[in-house]
T-cell receptor, first 110, second 113 residues
């Protein structure tokens, strides 16, 4: 039982490049979400999903895309990276009573 | 809409002293409230949660928090700080379940020898 896994742990991109942050969970949760963490701002919700095929926007969705084809996986896509997207990204998987976070991906955009 | 305010972005205490980290929330419906801890370069670990049962909630590592509806507060306390408590602490609120969390900006706790 691995919980929530994220890859990669670290990534450096140049402005304009695209990439996908991977997230998987093995707890059979319907609800999954992506947050970004920036100094002094806590964690802010980017996108979330309430089940396979259903996604919605959170507080800061611009520049990010998501899809949910299976219960287990919830990838986050950066379409054209910008320096403002330099951040630490956390994937989360939630039951009704508890949210479990992945270890995070530290992304730097130069 | 819901929001969380954590008073004090940095708190320093001496080892053995009381730890008090403040959290005030705003919610239009009865909230679920959480405290998470983040050690350097790690993910978030749940310390404790309030989900409308007992107002005094005990968590891991000797931490506890009290839900006070009249003050819209959920402050985190520990009677005696340990060096290993040094970390960043986040308060979070949600409505109806533990799913869609709104976080405070965090409090960095430093424990002095």
């Amino acid at each position: 039982n691995a919980g929530v896994t994220q890859t990669p742990k670290f990534q450096v991109l140049k402005t304009g490049q695209s990439m996908t942050l991977q997230c998987a969970q093995d707890m059979n949760h319907e609800y999954m979400s992506w947050y970004r963490q920036d100094p002094g701002m806590g964690l802010r919700l980017i996108h979330y999903s309430v089940g396979a095929g259903i996604t919605d926007q959170g507080e800061v969705p611009n520049g990010y895309n998501v899809s949910r084809s299976t219960t287990e996986d919830f990838p986050l896509r950066l379409l054209s990276a910008a320096p403002s997207q330099t951040s630490v990204y956390f994937c989360a998987s939630s039951s009704r009573d508890r949210t479990y976070f992945g270890p995070g991906t530290r992304l730097t955009v130069t | 809409a819901q929001s969380v305010t954590q008073l004090g972005s940095h708190v320093s205490v001496s080892e053995g002293a009381l730890v008090l980290l403040r959290c005030n929330y705003s919610s239009s419906v009865p909230p679920y409230l959480f405290w998470y801890v983040q050690y350097p370069n790690q993910g978030l670990q749940l310390l404790l949660k309030y989900t409308s049962a007992a107002t005094l909630v005990k968590g891991i590592n000797g931490f506890e928090a009290e839900f006070k509806k009249s003050e819209t507060s959920f402050h985190l306390t520990k009677p005696s700080a340990h060096m290993s408590d040094a970390a960043e602490y986040f308060c979070a609120v949600s409505t109806g379940s533990a799913r869609q969390l709104t976080f405070g900006s965090g409090t960095q706790l430093t424990v002095l020898p």
